[in-house]
């Protein structure tokens, strides 16, 4: 089982910058890939950014070149940090980090989530 902890949520201003990391446990090998998914009150969960082992990343489009994912791996963690930049109203929501990890028992990837975060933008 992986087991994630994920920090740096919190309130800022239209504008302000936010950090969102993730640690997740399991050997860097096995997680193909992960990234930070957000929900707002009465929506579907979406795709905020994702990074693949390979380091190839992919954002929502409401995005637009605000935000930055990246991927360290250590011994027998995976961290996943975010740099938001220019966060606006519409950015506040929960945040949650996916990590996709491989299981070679089953031959299948499986899909981790961490609890989740409230990130609020004032106006």
């Known amino acids: 089982q992986v087991q994630i902890v994920e920090s740096g949520g919190g309130l800022v201003q239209a504008g302000g910058s936010l950090r969102l990391s993730c640690v997740a446990s399991g050997s860097p090998a096995n997680i193909v890939g992960g990234g930070w998914y957000r929900q707002a009150p009465g929506k579907q969960r979406k795709l905020v950014a994702y990074i693949s082992s390979g380091g190839g990343t992919r954002y929502g489009d409401f995005v637009k070149g605000r935000f930055t994912l990246s991927r360290d791996d250590a011994e027998s963690t995976v961290s996943l940090q975010m740099n938001m930049s220019r966060l606006e109203p519409d950015d506040t929501a929960v945040y949650y980090c996916?990590?996709?990890?491989?299981?070679?028992?089953?031959?299948?990837?499986?899909?981790?989530w961490g609890p989740g975060m409230q990130v609020t933008v004032s106006s």
């Open positions: 996916n990590v996709d990890s491989y299981d070679g028992g089953v031959g299948l990837v499986k899909d981790f």
